[in-house]
C-alpha cells in the first residue's frame, strides 16, 4: 500500500524511471525503508494496469529505461489519499498481542516472567533506537528522525500497554492474596 | 571506568517486626563514570528509596552505599552536607525550586551554602545555566518559566559548581515529548563529558536514553537492559 503512493508521489513531482523510483523511495523514507527493484517495477506495472501511472515512448521489453508518468487519475486518487486518515488495518492480530492472551489463559505460564523477558527485549530495541537518534542532525536528518520517532512511540506504547497488562495481573494476584476473611493462610497458594 | 557509585547489599527498611515494610532488599549495583543508568519499575517498587540513599538524603538499614569513595552511611551530618553541595546533585520530582529567587539565584544555593563568594557563586550559576541552554533568563523567576525551563533549571542547580553526579527522581513527568527529549540530551552530555547520572522515570522513551535500564520490583532489582546491537529500522516494505 505505501509504496504504491510512495511511487505515486515521486511520479506526480516528474517522470522517472524504475531505479530512480527505488533510491529516491529509500531517500524519502529516512534511509532505511529498503525496497527491492523488482518489487518497483510489479507496483508499477499494478499502477498502469489501474491506469494511475502510463509509460513514455515506447522502449519496448526494456523494463529499465522505460520512464513513467502520473495520470490524472493517479493525481485525484494520491490526493485522496493524503486527504483521509490512515485506519488501522487488523488491530490487536500480532504475535505479542496473542502471546500474552494465551499465557494468561493458560495458567501454567509465568505470566509476570513473559511480560519482564518482553520489556526488557522492547527497551533494549528503544535504546538501539535513541542511540542513533542521539547521532542524527536535527537539520540534516528530518526524514530519518521522523522515522525513529515513528519506530520509537511504537516500541513504547508497546511497553506501556505491557505495564498495563502486569498491573492488572498484580491487582488480580493481590486481590486472591488477600480473602475478605483473615487468617486461613495454612496452605501454601 | 571509574566506579563512582556502589550499592553493596544496601537495604532499607522502614518500623520494625508485624508492620516493617521493606523499601529496598540488599541490593549490590555499580554505576560508573560516563554511565547513565535508568531505574525503572512499578510504582512502590523502591525506586526513590535507592536514589535516596544515593543522594545521601537517608541512610540504609544494612549494607553499603559508596559515593565517590565515601561510605555515606557512615558520614557525620557536616560531611554529607559537604558530599550533596559538591559532589552529588538532585533533581526532586516536583523540582523543589524557591518561588521567591530568580532562576540565577535558586541555581546558586548549593555554592553559596558552600561558602563560596557571591560573585564567584553567581559565575558559577551563569556557567550552569548556559550549559542548560537557559543564559538568557537567569533574572527570571520559577512562576515565569514554563515547565521545561523551570526543570533546566532544576538541572542546572544539580550541576552547578561541577558537581559529577546527577540523581533525578522522574524529571521528565509532566514535559511535553520534545521538552523531555532535550532534558534527556543534557543529561546525556553531562554523562558523555566524564559525569554520572541516575535517572529514576516511567516513561520507557526516556529510559531509552540510558546505558543501562535496571528494573526494581517488590525492592529487588530484577532485571537489566543494554542497547540492542542492531537496531532494524522499518524494515523491507510490504
Ligand atoms: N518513610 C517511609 N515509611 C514507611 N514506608 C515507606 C517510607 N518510604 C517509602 N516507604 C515504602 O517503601 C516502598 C517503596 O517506596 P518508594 O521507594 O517511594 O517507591 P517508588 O519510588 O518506586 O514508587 C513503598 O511500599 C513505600 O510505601
Ligand atoms: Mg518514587
Partial sequence: MSVRYGLLALLDEAPSHGYNLKTAFERRTGGSWAINIGQVYTTIQRLERDGLVESLGSSAGDDERREYRITPAGRAQLATWFENPVVAEAPARDELTIKVLLAVAAGDVDVTALLQRQRRASIEQLQAYTRRKAKADPKRDVAFLILLDALIFRTEAEIRWLDACDARIRSLASAAAAPPTAGSKETDG | ?238
Avoid at chain 2, 543522594?55 to 558520614?75: E, F
Avoid at chain 2, 523531555?180 to 540530551?185: A, Y
Fill in chain 2, 1 to 238: 571506568m571509574t566506579t563512582l557509585v556502589e550499592l553493596d547489599g544496601a537495604a532499607r527498611w522502614f518500623g520494625a517486626g508485624h508492620t516493617q515494610v521493606t523499601a529496598l532488599h540488599p541490593t549490590s549495583l555499580t554505576v560508573g563514570a560516563g554511565e547513565l543508568l535508568a531505574v525503572m519499575g512499578p510504582s512502590g517498587s523502591g525506586k526513590t528509596t535507592l536514589l535516596s540513599l544515593v543522594g545521601g538524603l537517608d541512610k540504609p538499614s544494612a549494607g553499603r552505599v559508596v559515593v565517590d569513595g565515601q561510605d555515606v552511611g557512615s558520614l557525620k551530618p557536616r560531611e554529607l552536607a559537604i558530599l550533596r553541595r559538591r559532589t552529588v546533585g538532585y533533581v526532586f520530582q516536583d523540582l523543589n525550586l524557591l518561588a521567591g529567587l530568580t532562576a540565577r539565584e535558586n541555581v546558586a544555593i548549593p555554592l553559596e551554602l558552600d561558602g563560596r563568594s557571591i560573585g564567584e557563586a553567581r559565575a558559577a550559576a551563569n556557567a550552569a545555566l548556559e550549559s542548560v541552554g537557559l543564559a538568557s533568563l537567569g533574572d527570571r523567576f520559577p512562576d515565569d518559566l514554563s515547565g521545561g525551563e523551570q526543570q533546566r533549571v532544576a538541572i542546572a542547580r544539580a550541576l552547578v559548581g561541577g558537581r559529577r553526579i546527577l540523581l533525578a527522581d522522574e524529571p521528565t513527568g509532566a514535559l511535553d515529548s520534545m521538552t523531555g527529549e532535550s532534558v534527556m540530551r543534557l543529561l546525556r552530555a553531562h554523562c558523555d563529558n566524564g559525569g554520572t547520572a541516575i535517572l529514576v522515570t516511567h516513561d520507557a522513551a526516556h529510559a531509552a536514553w540510558a546505558d543501562r535500564v535496571v528494573f526494581l520490583r517488590d525492592g529487588r532489582l530484577v532485571d537489566e537492559a543494554h542497547p540492542a546491537p542492531n537496531p532494524e529500522l522499518a524494515t523491507t516494505a510490504p
